[in-house]
């Protein structure tokens, strides 16, 4: 399966954005995984930004993002969300979604080998 992201841009620090990621088919048993979002800047390894667990309640972030994004779902459009407030330049990046394999120390790895296109977030000082 082959999750899609979207909701990407260009925006000035303290600015915001909302992305989305969805299964670009119908049989994604979506609700039975915990999902994430992990980003890469250029010339950097990807790193994990945030996670939901299957109760919608148990969240994890990043130190880095704690307090400025929030991670939600809709299970019922098998849709991921990722709301990104107080934007700084250091956040730009290729953003992508995956299903959540395992997380420990703060951190959360993908379940999945293959990614999505991700989608770019840009942002100016």
Same mark, same amino acid.
């Given at each position: 399966?082959?999750?899609?992201?979207?909701?990407?841009? @260009? #925006?000035?620090?303290?600015? &915001?954005?909302?992305?989305?990621? =969805?299964?670009? %088919?119908?049989?994604?048993?979506?609700?039975?995984?915990?999902?994430?979002?992990?980003?890469?800047?250029?010339?950097?390894?990807?790193?994990?930004?945030?996670?939901?667990?299957?109760?919608?309640?148990?969240?994890?972030?990043?130190? @880095? #993002?704690?307090?400025?994004? &929030?991670?939600?779902?809709?299970? =019922?459009?098998? %849709?991921?969300?990722?709301?990104?407030?107080?934007?700084?330049?250091?956040?730009?990046?290729?953003?992508?979604?995956?299903?959540?394999?395992?997380?420990?120390?703060?951190?959360?790895?993908?379940?999945?080998?293959?990614?999505?296109?991700?989608?770019?977030?840009?942002? &100016?000082?």
């Amino acid at each position: 399966v082959q999750l899609v992201e979207s909701g990407g841009g @260009s #925006v000035q620090a303290g600015g &915001s954005l909302r992305l989305s990621c =969805a299964p670009s %088919t119908s049989g994604f048993a979506f609700e039975q995984y915990m999902m994430g979002w992990w980003r890469q800047a250029p010339g950097q390894e990807e790193e994990f930004v945030a996670a939901i667990l299957l109760d919608h309640r148990s969240t994890y972030y990043r130190e @880095s #993002v704690d307090g400025r994004f &929030s991670i939600s779902r809709d299970n =019922a459009k098998k %849709t991921l969300y990722l709301q990104m407030d107080s934007l700084k330049p250091e956040d730009t990046a290729v953003y992508f979604c995956n299903a959540v394999g395992s997380c420990r120390a703060n951190t959360c790895h993908p379940q999945f080998n293959s990614w999505g296109p991700g989608t770019q977030v840009t942002v &100016s000082a």
